[in-house]
C-alpha cells in the first residue's frame, strides 16, 4: 500500500470520529462505561464477522504481549481518563486539554524513524489547534479552576496515552490491523468489568437509540479503530495528526445540523483555519 494511500484510509477514521457527539447524543441514557462495553462488543462483532470470509485473519490474535499492552492499554486507557475527565472536570476545559493529542502525535512522530519534525507541521498544527479551540470554548473564555486538577490530570492523559498509542503502533508496522478486533475485545471486557462495578445498567429504551448505539460500534467505536491503525502504521502519520483537528468541527458541524447544537458565526473562522493548517501540515507530503 503506498503511503498517500494508508493517509487517506486513515482520515476516514477522523470523518468517522466525527459522528461520536452526534450518534452518542441520539443512543440515550447508557452510562459511559457501559456504552464504551456494547460498541467495543459490536466491533469486535463486526471485525470476528470477516473471519468467515477470511478464516486466516484469526491468526492476527497471536500477538507477543507488548502488541497487546499497547493496543488494549491505548483503546481501554483513552478513554477510561477521557470519561475521568469528564467526570471531574468541565466539559469544555476537559475537551480543549484532550485534544492536544493531534499535536501530541505531530510532536512525538518527530522520534520515528524516518520522520522530521517540520516547521509546516507545528505551524499547521497550531492554526488547527487556534480553530479547535474556537469549536470546544464556542469564544468563551476559559476558566482553569484548581479544584478540577484532578479532571484537567485525566484529559491530559487521555491525550498522551492516545498520541503514544498512535506513535508507537508504528513500531509495529508489520501486525496486521485484523489484531485490532483483539484490542476490541479486550476493551469491551475491561470496560464491561469497570461498568458493573461502579454504574448502573440502563438499555435504551426506542429503537431509535439501538440504531444509534450500533452506527456508534461500526462506525466511531468500531471501523474507525481499524483503518486508524492502517494511517498510522503506513501513512503520513504528521499529516494524520495534523488534519486531526477536523474532527471537533465536523463533530459541532453534525450536532448543529442534526439540532443537539445551536449554529454560531465562530465555526465559519474555525473551518477557515482548521483548512489552512491541513494545507499547510500537507505540503511536505504533496512536495513528495
Not at 484548581?146 to 503514544?164: F, N
Not at 439540532?259 to 505540503?283: D, F, R, S, T
Amino acid at each position: 500500500m503506498s503511503r498517500r494511500a494508508a493517509t487517506a484510509i486513515g482520515f476516514t477514521a477522523i470523518l468517522l470520529w466525527s459522528t461520536l457527539a452526534a450518534l452518542t447524543a441520539a443512543s440515550g441514557a447508557m452510562p459511559p462505561f457501559q456504552l464504551t462495553a456494547v460498541t467495543f462488543g459490536i466491533g469486535a462483532v463486526a471485525g470476528m464477522a470477516t473471519w468467515l470470509f477470511r478464516p486466516h485473519a484469526i491468526r492476527a490474535l497471536r500477538q507477543p504481549l507488548p502488541v497487546w499492552l499497547l493496543g488494549i492499554g491505548g483503546l481501554f486507557g483513552y478513554h477510561a481518563a477521557y470519561f475521568i475527565a469528564l467526570r471531574n472536570a468541565p466539559v469544555v476545559e476537559a475537551g480543549l486539554l484532550n485534544y492536544l493529542w493531534p499535536l501530541l502525535i505531530v510532536v512525538f512522530s518527530a522520534f520515528l524513524p524516518g520522520e522530521r519534525l517540520k516547521w509546516q507541521h507545528i505551524a499547521g498544527c497550531a492554526l488547527a489547534l487556534t480553530g479547535a479551540i474556537l469549536v470546544v470554548t464556542r469564544g468563551q473564555g476559559l476558566g482553569f479552576d484548581p479544584a478540577y486538577l484532578p479532571g484537567y490530570i485525566a484529559a491530559l492523559a487521555a491525550a498522551l496515552i492516545w498520541a503514544s498509542y498512535s506513535v508507537l503502533s508504528r513500531r509495529y508496522a508489520t501486525v496486521t490491523s485484523d489484531a485490532v478486533t483483539g484490542f476490541c475485545i479486550g476493551t469491551a471486557i475491561l470496560a464491561a468489568a469497570v461498568h458493573f462495578a461502579i454504574e448502573p445498567t440502563i438499555w435504551p429504551d426506542s429503537p431509535l437509540q439501538w440504531l444509534a448505539i450500533i452506527a456508534l460500534g461500526l462506525g466511531p467505536v468500531g471501523l474507525a479503530f481499524y483503518v486508524w491503525d492502517i494511517g498510522v502504521k503506513h501513512g503520513d502519520i504528521q499529516l494524520l495528526g495534523a488534519t486531526s483537528y477536523a474532527a471537533p468541527l465536523l463533530s459541532t458541524a453534525l450536532l448543529i445540523a442534526t439540532g443537539y447544537a445551536p449554529y454560531g458565526h465562530l465555526l465559519l473562522l474555525a473551518c477557515a483555519l482548521i483548512i489552512a493548517g491541513a494545507v499547510i501540515a500537507g505540503l511536505p507530503l504533496r512536495r513528495r
